[in-house]
C-alpha cells in the first residue's frame, strides 16, 4: 500500500508552517486544518501532491498569520519564537539550520504575512516562483518584486557571521557554566560589548519586558540570578544549533546565542511556558 502524501511530506509541511508562524502550536494546527482539505481532494486530479499540499499548508499559514499578527500586538512584553528540540541533523543542512534559527524567526517577525510567505518559500525551499504566485494569490511579477524587497529587508537584520558549530558549542557551554555558577567577570568576558537581551515571559512568568543593551548590564542582572534561584543548565540542540536548557528554581527556560567572533552578541531567553512544550522530543524538520 502506497504511503498517503500527506504522510511522506508531513516534516516538509510541517516546517514551512512553522518558519511561516514562528510557532510549533500554531503549526500543527495549520496542518490539521491541511489535512481535513486534503482528505476531501479527488488526489486522481493532483498531479504534484508535495507541490499541491506545500499550496494548502502556504494559505493556511498566511490566514492563522493574519489572525496572529493581531493577537502579538497586544502580547506582553518581547514576543520571541517557540523553541524546537532538534537532532544535530538538521544542522548538516547549514542553509535549513539557519533559516529555523531563533535569530533568523526573529527577524521574519518584522515581515509582513505576504512578505514572509514569498521568503519562506522562494529562500528557503526554493519555489518557482509561478507556484507561490498561486499559494499566495498574486501576479509572479508582484511576488518577484515581494521577493526582492523581502530579501533586502531580511539581509540588513539578519546575523553577519556565521560560525562553526564546534565554535557555537563552545560559547554555548561556557556561557552556562558562567551563568550557573554566577560569575559576572566570565559573563563579562563572554559577551560582546554590545549584547542584547531579549527575553519572553509572555505576562506568564518573571522576564524583562524590553531588550536590555550592553554587557555592563546584563551581566550583572545574569550574574544576580545565580544568587535568587537555584540554576541548573544543559547543553541541547535548538532549532539546529547548540543552545541551553536552564532551570531557574525548577521553571524552564530555553536560551538561544548568537556568536560573532567568540562572543555573544544575542541573548534570547524563552520562559513562556506555553512556549516550551516541545523540548522533549526533537521536532521533524526538513526541506
Partial sequence: MTEDPFVTHRGLLFTVAYEMLGSAADA?????????????????????????????????????????????????????????LTSPDVAEDIELAESVSIAMLTVLETLGPAERAVFVLREVFDMPYGEIAEAIGKSTTAVRQIARRAREHVAARRPRVQVSRSEQQAVVER?????????????????????????????????VLTPVHGADAV??????????????????WLNGAPAGRIEFDGEPAAVSLTVEDGRVTRIYVVRNPRKLTRLDEPADLTR
Wanted: proline letters at 6%; a neutral charge; charged letters at 30%.
Fill in 219 to 236: 551581566a550583572p542582572m545574569l550574574a544576580r540570578a545565580n544568587r535568587v534561584a537555584r540554576v541548573e543548565t544543559t547543553t541541547v
Fill in 175 to 207: 556561557f552556562l557554566v558562567a551563568l550557573r555558577t554566577g560569575q559576572l567577570r566570565e559573563l563579562m568576558e563572554i559577551m560582546a560589548p554590545d549584547v542584547v537581551l531579549i527575553a519572553d515571559g509572555g505576562g506568564l512568568v518573571p522576564a
Fill in 28 to 84: 500543527e494546527d495549520v496542518l490539521q486544518e491541511s489535512w481535513l482539505r486534503w482528505s476531501d481532494v479527488d488526489r486522481a486530479q493532483v498531479r504534484d501532491p508535495r507541490a499541491y499540499l506545500v499550496r494548502t499548508v502556504t494559505r493556511q499559514a498566511l490566514n492563522r498569520l493574519r489572525t496572529l499578527s493581531r493577537s502579538r500586538e497586544d502580547y506582553v512584553g518581547e514576543w520571541l519564537p517557540e523553541p524546537l
